[in-house]
């Protein structure tokens, strides 16, 4: 907020965004780098810091995710707190998936990173030498957008 007309002045208003919802919650201690499932957290309603899409709300999100670091009881799960599961090294052999229509095209590739699902990652085509960025699908397919 500021004045324009005369004494030019400010005013500096603090904010504190919380949002309430359904978050995860850790029930005992999880390892860095361990897989989570259902029976390691529980559901509780709870007001938290930001905005609730930064945090984690179903055991189903949990697929193919790794806690980053340790994490204690009663640790409300954010999107931070987890990495993807690494599918595709760096260096691996991988099949190039393209589709456009109903056709389907398939090359072999090497990845130039590692990925996770759904992790944008340069792959090398091995037949041109050309290099493209897919998404990682599975652990031995990367799929081309034309």
Known sequence: MGCTQGAEWTVYVPVLL?????????????ARGSGLSQTDVESQVLRVPGLATHYVATAADLTGRHARRALPPGTVISNDELATDVLVKK???????AAVGGIEVRANGRALADGGTADRIRVQNLNSSRIVEGKVESADIVRISP
């Open 91 to 97: 260096g691996q052999q991988v099949t190039l998936l």
């Open 18 to 30: 919380e949002s309430e919802g359904p978050v995860l919650v850790t029930k005992r201690t999880i």
